[in-house]
Nanobody
Framework: QVQLVESGGGLVQAGDSLKLSCAASEHAFVYYAKAWFRQAAGKEREFVAHISAVGGVTWYADAVKGRFTISRDDAKNTVFLQMNSLEVEDTAVYFC?????????????????WGQGTQVTVSS
């Protein structure tokens, strides 16, 4: 099964930008729908962004719309999350997720494969 590894997290100040990467272990990843989720301390995991396997259609949670961009590089089996204008409220562990199904929703149960997460901390 595909393995996902996130990178790019760190400590930044409010207003800064950060780009997360999620590399997959196999090229079949190009056929997977992909998403980013995040989980802040003491809170439930929440949906951030999704990109479809066919057509690269994207959609976002309202909290990040206009600030975050999900993209992919199929040649590198990698999905990205560009985060701009970061806010303290964006502090969380960020996870990439993927599924071979045609699921395109915001529920974590719809995704079969998960990375280990990368910490993003935004200071004020």
């Amino acid at each position: 099964q595909v393995q996902l590894v996130e990178s790019g997290g760190g400590l930044v100040q409010a207003g800064d930008s950060l780009k997360l990467s999620c590399a997959a272990s196999e090229h079949a990843f190009v056929y997977y729908a992909k998403a980013w989720f995040r989980q802040a301390a003491g809170k439930e995991r929440e949906f951030v962004a999704h990109i479809s396997a066919v057509g690269g259609v994207t959609w976002y949670a309202d909290a990040v719309k206009g600030r975050f961009t999900i993209s992919r590089d199929d040649a590198k089996n990698t999905v990205f999350l560009q985060m701009n204008s970061l806010e303290v409220e964006d502090t969380a562990v960020y996870f990439c997720a993927a599924t071979r199904t045609n699921y395109e929703g915001a529920q974590s149960m719809g995704y079969d494969y998960w990375g280990q997460g990368t910490q993003v901390t935004v200071s004020s």
